[in-house]
């Protein structure tokens, strides 16, 4: 069984960086690409960063690019996701999710992890 486990969110001021983890367990974090998505209120979820199952490839929203970084850890099974220069736009309830395919879609998610909240203050 697949479990997704988020952590690392928080209240921080706008300009600040935060460190999300996304620990998995069940299978290694190669096995399948996992990707950050967010949903703040009133919003509907949406894809953040993904990073692919096999070469390791990234993939950024336009409005996180450059400023938030995904990466993953095979020794510690972890994916974290570096957000730096927050703003309070950035305020959501963050998830980690996880697909064996190859569309990168809400639906297309075989696991999900409960969300961690991240508030970018002013």
């Known amino acids: 069984q697949v479990q997704l486990v988020e952590s690392g969110g928080g209240l921080v001021q706008a300009g600040g960086s935060l460190r999300l983890s996304c620990a998995a367990s069940?299978?290694?974090?190669?096995?399948?690409?996992v990707i950050w998505f967010r949903q703040a209120p009133g919003k509907e979820r949406a894809i953040v960063a993904g990073?692919?199952?096999?070469?390791?490839?990234?993939y950024y929203a336009n409005s996180v690019k450059g400023r938030f970084t995904i990466s993953r850890d095979m020794a510690k099974n972890t994916v974290y996701l570096q957000m730096n220069r927050l703003q309070p736009e950035d305020t959501a309830d963050y998830y980690c999710a996880a697909t064996y395919g190859s569309t990168w879609s809400i639906h297309g998610m075989d696991y999900w992890g409960k969300g961690t909240l991240v508030t970018v203050s002013s």
């Open positions: 990073i692919s199952r096999s070469s390791g490839s990234t």
């Open positions: 069940g299978r290694t974090v190669s096995s399948f690409a």
